[in-house]
């Protein structure tokens, strides 16, 4: 018997026939251009997105000077050098300390930081230049030797030029440049004294590190990710009571928590991009699946195995994955490449070398998607008879609930595969599965209560009516698919809205802009009338106390097995103030603010929950030498990111009584910072005055950067959006053909059929809208809580625009996917619907 697949000879010559066959088909051209934008869009969006996320992560660790610090009160073991040299890390050190600054006539007490020559890692240290544009000029470096940098206060209290000369300790200096902000000093907002900043190689000229002199000694690291949290790993279990070990992290409060909010948005982007160009993966095999399997009928009529005829298949797809995979590997690094340098150019963000990686990951990931949307659909075929898939104009129903439930098991793999964050995963992947659940059931469920009340009139609007009643499961699918491209489309933009709406609530234009630090009881009413004096209105002014928790619940902290961050709040001092009023951008989550005469403490919900305090709890707190215990109170959350004066631990006024106790007062300048400042340092030699404006010029920078970042990555999900649109397209001119030719024949003219197509799918568009719009409302609030931490802002214009949107996007599609049959006479629709 010469039946196919009988003879060895032939039978690749015969797959390769079978190959060529397969490209001639509209619906395998579709299957393979789905892939390739599926691996273009992991391609550019992962590498990208990564890079991005970790360019953002670097201008993080710009505010803190490097990736990780290790700080300590005394002289740092040097195994700690050489486990970062283990690591590959970058180093860096610094010793700082307090030291009177003289040009000869007058003196100021200064915070003196001897750094290495490396110093900063990541950033950069301002220093004030009036032929710079911008105001300043950016230094890699510190100061030469022989040479020092000294902060605005001092630079006013001792009246010091563009260049003089200074005493530090023993060692004779010139001043070279006023320091306008340096990483460090910008997440350290709270110092008692200027900052002073000099070469190490001159420290031992000084003779002032000696150890009465209550040093500071720190190592900065600088690395790739896995390195630091190696790192901090391996030292932390390590840490002594006076060590104390920071890391750069986009989620510290103290740094920015919008910049974890996009890093948040970017992965979210990147996700729901893949998920899209998936269901146009799916959407392309489910059109490809009525050429199968009359070839695949026709093999095992002629003598063809099962197993045979699956290989065959599968190797066709291999043969055209392989290639079209790699090439959409290389196209979208290609892309990414392009568009990191748009982005380079347009934010001025330095974008770290993009990973080979990404390609490889992006064409592999791509290949396994292909033959998980197509693989499980052959193999249902074996159980069917020939003569029923012959005579088959769709998938049977086994056939669909495989596909479909492979579909979804691809989307939750690649959702944990991507998300980089569990919580992320675990908000996302619920929301989809709940979406896709009730776009199916209330979709079916409309069409059922709609389908009860049509009667038989013969308008094209009850013929669309009665079309979608009719047809419940390919409505449902139809409906679930737009819905999905609404759900993701909308939430992207709900996001990105609010991400930077709510930066910019955080941050109003009267954002205190100068920090009083160190002002002492009796300044107080002369501080104020002086304050008036320059109509500048003040904020509340908050006490200072400097403390210590040594007890918790009556047990000493050092029973606890405290890490991480919990183990850095009990181990080292901390500012507490006292108020009786709740400070603003505060908000009580537990309990109640403080009432009447009774004495206790409120605590920072996340600091709470790090030391796994509840109310009633009691805190012992060493404040110079004398202990006062209390109980919680309340539980606060706290906007850390609004630039305000906010505390881990607030007590009632009079708890701590005779401990040492400083003020601080926030204020906003609009007119000339540096002159107010040096006229307050001139009015009161005592206080501090910082300027924190370019912190906040900085803060907005990344703000800016992420906006135009994640406008990028918004762009290829639509793109994303876009292909599954083109997988309904093709799909719906194959099943709409038998339709149409029925219609045709029964006298419907052109107008009608289109009139009633339209109307089909606008109704189908409403069902999509409403429901894609309604489901990115309740995700993007869980979301909102649980990822982002912030209050989602519903914008019913938004929703408004989503159901317009979506009615007609999907009308256009109904239109598009019957527009050329509409010129094709019916005997030529049913020979083409039969395969």
């Known amino acids: 018997m010469s039946s196919i697949g009988l003879k060895p000879g032939s039978w690749f010559s015969q ?3 079978g190959f060529a066959r397969s490209l001639r088909l509209g ?12 691996a273009i869009a992991l391609s550019v969006v992962g590498a990208l997105g990564s890079r991005i996320e970790q360019a953002m992560q670097f201008r993080t660790s710009a505010i803190l000077g490097a990736d990780a610090i290790l700080a300590s009160t005394r002289p740092l073991n040097q195994e700690y050098w050489g486990l970062a040299e283990e690591l590959g890390l970058e180093t860096a050190d610094s010793i700082s300390f307090m030291s009177m600054l003289t040009n000869g006539q007058e003196s100021r007490l200064v915070n003196v930081r001897a750094v290495s020559g490396n110093y900063p890692l990541r950033g950069e240290i301002l220093i004030k230049s009036d032929t710079s544009p911008e105001g300043y000029v950016e230094y890699r470096h510190p100061p030469d030797q022989g040479a020092v940098w000294a902060a605005t206060q001092a630079v006013v209290d001792l009246g010091l030029d563009e260049q003089g000369t200074l005493q530090i300790g023993d060692m004779q200096t010139d001043f070279v440049g006023e320091i306008l902000l340096d990483p460090e000093g910008g997440v350290d907002r709270i110092r008692f004294a200027p900052r002073v900043i000099m070469n190490m ?5 000084t003779g002032l590190l000696t150890p009465a002199s209550r040093a500071r000694y720190r190592l900065l690291v600088a690395g790739d990710r896995e390195a630091i949290e190696a790192f901090d790993e391996a030292v932390r279990p390590r840490l002594e009571s006076y060590e104390e070990m920071v890391v750069a992290d986009i989620r510290r409060d103290e740094v920015n928590s919008t910049v974890g909010r996009i890093i948040s948005y970017i992965r979210l982007a990147v996700l729901l991009s893949v998920i899209l160009s998936v269901v146009a993966m799916a959407l392309a095999a489910q059109g490809l699946w009525r050429r199968q399997v009359v070839e695949m009928a026709l093999l095992r009529c002629l003598g063809q195995q099962n197993r045979k005829t699956m290989f065959r298949l599968g190797l066709r797809y291999l043969a055209a994955g392989v290639p079209v995979c790699a090439l959409g590997g290389l196209i979208g690094f290609a892309i990414q490449d392009v568009a990191g340098r748009i982005v380079q150019e347009q934010v001025i963000m330095r974008l770290p070398e993009p990973s080979l990686w990404s390609l490889t990951n992006a064409g592999f990931i791509t290949l396994i998607a292909l033959f998980v949307v197509t693989l499980p659909t052959l193999r249902a075929v074996q159980q069917v008879p020939s003569v029923i898939l012959l005579r088959a104009s769709s998938s049977p129903p086994m056939t669909q609930q495989k596909s479909t439930f492979s579909v979804l098991l691809l989307i939750v793999a690649l959702t944990i595969f991507l998300a980089g964050d569990i919580v992320l995963a675990l908000t996302v992947l619920p929301g989809l599965l709940l979406a896709a659940l009730l776009f199916w059931g209330v979709t079916r469920l409309l069409i059922y209560v709609v389908g009860r009340m049509v009667g038989t009139r013969t308008s094209p609007y009850y013929v669309a009516l009665k079309e979608v009643c009719s047809n419940g499961a390919r409505s449902a699918w139809i409906t679930s698919t737009f819905g999905a491209i609404v759900f993701a489309l909308v939430l992207l933009a709900v996001f990105r809205y609010d991400i930077f709406e709510s930066w910019g609530q955080t941050l109003p234009d009267d954002s205190p802009n100068v920090f009083a630090i160190n002002i002492k009881q009796s300044n107080i009413a002369p501080l104020g009338e002086f304050l008036d004096g320059q109509k500048i209105s003040r904020s509340d ?12 619940n009556g047990r000493p902290v050092s029973e ?7 183990k850095d709040r009990v181990g080292h001092v901390f500012n507490l103030t006292e108020t009786a009023d709740l400070p603003q951008d505060n908000e009580v989550v537990e309990g109640q603010w403080f009432q009447g005469a009774e004495r206790g403490l409120s605590v920072e919900d996340e600091t709470a929950s790090e030391l796994e305090l509840e109310l009633g709890d009691t805190l012992t707190l060493d404040t110079a030498g004398v202990r006062h215990t209390a109980p919680v109170l309340n539980l606060r959350e706290v906007v850390w990111e609004n630039m305000r004066p906010n505390f881990f631990i607030i007590a009632t006024p009079g708890l701590l009584e005779g401990a040492p106790v400083s003020h601080m007062l926030a204020v906003h300048v609009d007119g000339d910072i540096n002159r107010f400042i040096n006229q ?8 501090s005055a910082i300027n924190v404006s370019i912190l906040l010029q900085r803060f907005q920078e990344i703000v800016n950067q992420g906006s135009m970042a994640i406008s990028t990555l918004f762009v290829f999900t639509l793109l994303a959006a876009g292909l599954v649109f083109f997988g309904i397209l093709q799909g719906q001119k194959i099943t709409r053909q038998l339709q149409i030719a029925l219609l045709k024949s029964m006298g419907a003219s052109r107008s009608f059929i289109r009139k009633a197509v339209i109307s089909e799918f606008a109704l189908l568009g409403i069902f999509s809208g409403l429901l894609g719009s309604a489901m990115a409302l309740l995700t993007g609030m869980l979301m909102a809580d649980q990822i982002f931490e912030m209050e989602l802002v519903v914008s019913w214009s938004w929703m408004a625009i989503s159901i317009v949107a979506g009615i007609a996007l999907v009308s256009i599609a109904g239109y598009l996917s019957i527009r050329g049959l509409l010129r094709v006479v019916p005997v030529q629709l049913l020979a083409n619907n039969r395969g």
């Open 15 to 17: 797959t390769g026939m």
């Open 680 to 687: 307050m340092s001139r009015e009161f030699p005592n206080i």
């Open 201 to 205: 190689d001159d420290l031992e000229s």
């Open 541 to 552: 002014m908050y006490s200072i106390i400097r403390t210590r928790i040594v007890e918790i």
């Open 27 to 38: 619906e395998f051209r579709l299957l393979l251009l789905a892939c390739l934008f599926v």
């Open 560 to 566: 606890y097995n405290f890490t991480g961050e919990a």
